[in-house]
């Protein structure tokens, strides 16, 4: 199955690579004799494929430019700005502003109200938050400290005085459990 959507995934790239030529020779105002032609055999059989290249018309949520601006807005106006034609102003859009309207459109969250499923996740990763804030904000107490201080200094030994430090170390707790430590009797 997978060498199957791996083989589909290179036919669709392949036909899109070539429709983005034919599109482009389009574009740049190419004779009919100039159009680019494919080269692809079965690039017709595949034509279906160029309502998932087009791009959907989207709305956006954004506030709109001066240049976007409608034409009756309140103030005064002169006869300069109504020769102006705005369709040149869309005309003489670069490829780079296209792009780049393209990636803030596919930013805007979408209108539709959030599912059950997306703000339980919500609500989780927001719980998980203020958990996570609370455990940095917490100062540690002197027995975490003194394990932080410990940890770092073992860190920088080397192997095999890292091993009987941790062994010295390890015997404390374990007679203080039993019962075993005093001021006379250390554990080392």
Same mark, same amino acid.
């Given at each position: 199955i997978n060498f199957l959507k791996a083989k589909i995934g290179s036919l669709r790239s392949t036909y899109n690579r070539e429709h983005k030529k034919v599109q482009d020779s389009l574009?740049?105002?190419?004779t009919a004799d100039d159009v680019y032609v494919p080269r692809l055999w079965y690039y017709h059989s595949l034509h279906f494929l160029s309502d998932q290249t087009e791009p959907r018309p989207s709305l956006s949520t954004l506030p709109s430019t001066s240049a976007e601006a409608p034409e009756d807005q309140p103030g005064p106006s002169t006869q300069e700005e109504d020769v102006e034609e705005p369709s040149l102003a869309q005309e003489s859009l670069s490829q780079e502003e296209a792009v780049a309207s393209s990636l803030t459109e596919s930013q805007v969250p979408p209108l539709r109200p959030p599912t059950?499923? %997306?703000?339980? !996740?919500?609500?989780?990763?927001? =719980?998980?938050?203020?958990?996570? %804030?609370?455990? !940095?904000?917490?100062?540690?107490? =002197?027995n975490e400290a003194f394990g932080c201080v410990t940890a770092s200094k073992l860190k920088h030994m080397e192997e095999?005085?890292?091993?009987?430090?941790?062994?010295?170390?390890?015997?404390?707790?374990?007679?203080?459990?039993?019962?075993?430590?005093?001021?006379?009797n250390p554990p080392v």
């Open positions: 574009r740049s105002g190419a059950k499923r %997306t703000r339980i !996740l919500e609500e989780s990763a927001a =719980v998980f938050l203020l958990q996570a %804030t609370a455990a !940095l904000n917490t100062t540690p107490g =002197v095999g005085q890292r091993t009987i430090c941790e062994e010295i170390i390890l015997k404390g707790p374990k007679q203080g459990d039993e019962g075993r430590t005093h001021n006379s």
